[in-house]
């Protein structure tokens, strides 16, 4: 499966901003669903996941109540919106595919995705 992230941008803090990853190669309700992010110089980290069916969600304690992230399966769609921001939300933001049962712990890992998005660059000015 093939991802394709999008959305980002430059925005002032308090702004808001919709990511969007669309699939393509196999169906995304294949999948459980992540948004990662990496800052310059730090480890990619976790942001959201949502499981296949998008009954389970979760979020890192950094965007829970800022951050909301949904899913459209017909279209094959992923998209985190992101409100509140602020300048340590700046980031490259990826979405990832997990082909495996959904677990909130494993989910909040990298290793637990099999695909990657290319990466979408969200800066949040102060």
């Known amino acids: 499966v093939q991802l394709q992230a999008s959305g980002g941008g430059l925005v002032q803090a308090g702004g808001s901003l919709r990511l969007s990853c669309v699939t393509s190669g196999r169906t995304v309700s294949n999948y459980n669903m992540g948004w990662f992010r990496q800052a310059p110089g730090k480890e990619r980290e976790f942001v959201a996941a949502?499981?296949?069916?998008?009954?389970?969600?979760d979020y890192s304690d950094s965007v829970k109540g800022r951050f909301s992230i949904s899913r459209d399966n017909a279209k094959n769609t992923v998209t985190l919106q992101m409100s509140s921001l602020k300048p340590e939300d700046t980031a490259v933001y990826y979405c990832?595919?997990?082909?495996?049962?959904?677990?909130?712990?494993?989910?909040?890992?990298?290793?637990?995705?099999?695909?990657w998005g290319q990466g979408t660059q969200v800066t949040v000015s102060s």
């Open positions: 949502i499981s296949r069916s998008g009954y389970m969600t």
């Open positions: 990832a595919a997990d082909g495996s049962a959904y677990d909130r712990t494993r989910g909040r890992s990298t290793s637990a995705y099999d695909y």
